[in-house]
């Protein structure tokens, strides 16, 4: 009999739908559902927590790659009998079902229909630490994920290749129905942004780079327009965006300058209006 994955009971699972409706409220710039995962995610998987200390622990693994089979068997191991002596089960169980519980009342149900790439590999990684598996199955799901671990890591462009023209055409349409509001290079922005979970953020680094080269020359250029020149606040509050430009070249890429971007290219659409 096959035995049924229940993806709510998944930690990693959990993490990443929780993760996913992070952007999804950083899309739509929505703060109170922002703040609503940002609580939940702070207050069960922060690092020292038993799931984020869980989410950590199966992390290692599914970003090992490349290894030697010896080191793999010797990793997938020692995790297995870390968790058991590490963990309390029960308490796993408890958390949750707080976090569940706080999706379905605080959020809703369909966050755990977020689409999450990985899902399979998150799913064999988490068997494999439950009591219950039979040795064969269990011997079945240890080989697929030391397979991951020696094989070598993909490029970004094996990592694209599987999605066909028709699947990224359909998925393309879904985006654009969906922010149907926002302008081309927000759109452009964000779909950067959301395919750079398959290529470490490489992508969306050079177009960025490109991006905020532009949003600096029309702020730039706006400054020399009569309205602002002639209005000191204004004149001050356009500096404090350039400054903010300046500053992007030594901040992380992620979710918040994400967001602070999409508010430029606001502005400069305004600005080019205007001018």
Same mark, same amino acid.
């Given at each position: 009999m096959r035995l049924k994955h229940n993806k709510k009971r998944n930690t990693l699972f959990l993490y990443e739908v929780l993760v996913k409706e992070l952007t999804k409220s950083i899309v739509k710039s929505d703060v109170q559902l922002k703040n609503i995962v940002l @609580?939940? =995610?702070?207050? &069960?998987?922060?690092?020292? @927590?038993?799931?984020? !200390?869980? /989410?950590? =622990?199966?992390? %290692?693994? +599914?970003?090992?790659?490349?290894?030697?089979? &010896?080191?793999?068997?010797?990793? +997938?191991?020692?995790? !297995? /009998?870390?968790?058991?002596?590490? *963990?309390?089960?029960?308490?796993?169980?408890?958390?949750? @079902?707080? /976090?569940?519980?706080?999706?379905?009342? $605080?959020? @809703?149900?369909? /966050?755990?229909?977020?689409?999450?790439?990985?899902?399979?590999?998150?799913?064999?990684?988490?068997?494999? *630490?439950? $009591?219950?598996?039979?040795?064969?199955? !269990?011997?079945?799901? #240890?080989?697929?994920?030391?397979?991951?671990?020696?094989? #070598?890591?993909?490029?970004?462009?094996?990592?694209?290749?599987?999605? %066909?023209?028709?699947? *990224?055409?359909?998925?393309?349409?879904? *985006?654009?129905?969906?922010?149907?509001?926002?302008?081309?290079?927000?759109?452009?922005?964000? +779909?950067?942004?959301? =395919?750079s979970f398959s290529d470490d953020k490489l992508g969306l680094k050079v177009y960025l780079n490109e991006e905020i080269g532009r949003l600096k020359e029309v702020i730039n250029s706006s400054l020399e327009m009569e309205e602002i020149k002639a209005d000191p606040a204004m004149l001050t509050s356009t500096k404090k965006v350039l400054d903010r430009i300046d500053g992007y070249k030594n901040q992380e890429v992620d979710g918040t300058m994400i967001e602070q971007v999409l508010k430029i290219q606001s502005l400069t659409k305004e600005i080019q209006a205007d001018g």
């Open positions: @609580s939940i =995610l702070k207050e &069960h998987f922060g690092k020292d @927590s038993c799931l984020g !200390r869980e /989410v950590q =622990l199966y992390k %290692d693994i +599914l970003n090992s790659k490349e290894l030697d089979l &010896h080191t793999a068997e010797k990793i +997938l191991y020692e995790t !297995r /009998v870390f968790f058991g002596q590490g *963990f309390d089960k029960q308490e796993i169980y408890d958390e949750q @079902s707080e /976090v569940i519980s706080k999706v379905n009342k $605080d959020l @809703s149900k369909n /966050v755990f229909s977020n689409f999450i790439p990985s899902y399979k590999n998150l799913a064999t990684l988490s068997q494999i *630490f439950n $009591d219950d598996l039979s040795v064969k199955k !269990r011997v079945m799901l #240890e080989n697929q994920i030391i397979q991951n671990m020696i094989s #070598e890591e993909e490029t970004p462009e094996q990592k694209m290749k599987p999605i %066909d023209k028709l699947t *990224f055409k359909t998925f393309i349409n879904k *985006f654009n129905s969906t922010y149907g509001d926002l302008q081309e290079e927000q759109k452009n922005l964000l +779909l950067q942004y959301i =395919l």
